[in-house]
């Protein structure tokens, strides 16, 4: 099919091509995630369709999904054609996608190995801007009680509370935890401060007869667990 100018509006177009006749007609899987993004943006304008308009931010974002949902209102109101209105139903879209696969991820339950513990705090930290800790509290099965998070922070760091941990602990009658936060910048490797709060932390759950199980560090797409570098 022949590509279509960037101006020639979507109303315009064969009923088959406009991204909510399509959804209705083929399914949503049919639908490109620029046209996903061109039914939340509504409409494009004189000069560039909704789509278009679409596949530029998505461009922007290195046509990654992860990288999209990193995106502020701020940032999104930079793209002629998107106010603050599109900007917001764009943000809270990808919001909900993430809380999703949090919800699907928490399902699972059980903790079996580092890699399950990436897995299930990943949609909660691995997108963010900014530094956020959690805790996952497990009983005697290693099954999830409960998470909670504990601090959010800007880039550089964060701020834990050790008895906010320990009480949440004890209200749940969790026996583990472990301990998540992530690192924005994208490294991996752990800061003496992350040291320290690890230590901090398994002392003070130790006195409790409650077991930090392991502590693990969060990017985008890998992560560093402090059980399996015997940090612990």
Same mark, same amino acid.
């Given at each position: 099919m022949q590509e279509k100018p960037t101006h020639f509006p979507i109303k315009n177009w064969s009923e088959d091509d406009r991204p909510r006749e399509k959804? #209705?007609?083929?399914? &949503?899987? +049919? @639908?490109?995630?620029?046209?996903?993004i061109a039914i939340l943006?509504? !409409?494009? *304008?004189?000069?560039? !369709?909704?789509? +278009?308009?679409?596949?530029?931010?998505?461009?922007?974002? *290195?046509? *990654? #999904?992860?990288?999209?949902?990193?995106?502020? %209102?701020?940032?999104?109101? /930079?793209? /002629?054609?998107?106010?603050?209105a599109k900007a917001i139903t764009i943000v809270a879209?990808?919001?909900?996608?993430?809380?999703?696969?949090?919800?699907?991820?928490?399902?699972?339950? /059980?903790?079996? !190995? !580092?890699?399950? +513990?990436?897995? #299930?705090?990943?949609?909660? @930290?691995?997108?963010?801007? $900014?530094?956020?800790?959690?805790? %996952? $509290?497990l009983n005697n099965a290693n099954k999830v009680l409960g998470t909670q998070q504990l601090s959010k922070g800007g880039i550089t760091g964060t701020i834990v509370d050790t008895r906010l941990?320990? &009480?949440?602990?004890?209200? #749940?009658?969790?026996?583990?935890?472990?301990?998540?936060?992530?690192?924005?910048?994208?490294?991996? &490797?752990? *800061?003496a401060a992350d040291k320290q709060l690890t230590q901090k932390m398994r002392a003070a759950a130790q006195s409790l007869d409650i077991k930090v199980l392991d502590h693990i560090i969060v990017t985008q797409n890998d992560y560093f667990s402090f059980a399996d570098e015997n940090l612990l």
């Open positions: 959804l #209705l007609q083929k399914g &949503k899987m +049919a @639908l490109s995630d620029a046209e996903l943006i509504g !409409s494009g *304008s004189r000069d560039e !369709s909704a789509v +278009a308009l679409g596949q530029r931010i998505l461009a922007f974002a *290195s046509n *990654s #999904l992860n990288e999209l949902g990193r995106l502020s %209102v701020e940032d999104l109101m /930079k793209f /002629k054609g998107v106010g603050e879209a990808l919001e909900l996608g993430r809380r999703r696969r949090a919800e699907a991820a928490l399902q699972r339950k /059980k903790i079996a !190995s !580092s890699a399950s +513990a990436f897995e #299930l705090v990943r949609p909660m @930290l691995g997108d963010l801007p $900014h530094e956020e800790f959690w805790v %996952v $509290h941990v320990m &009480k949440r602990a004890i209200e #749940l009658n969790a026996v583990g935890l472990i301990l998540a936060h992530n690192h924005p910048s994208g490294t991996l &490797k752990p *800061s």
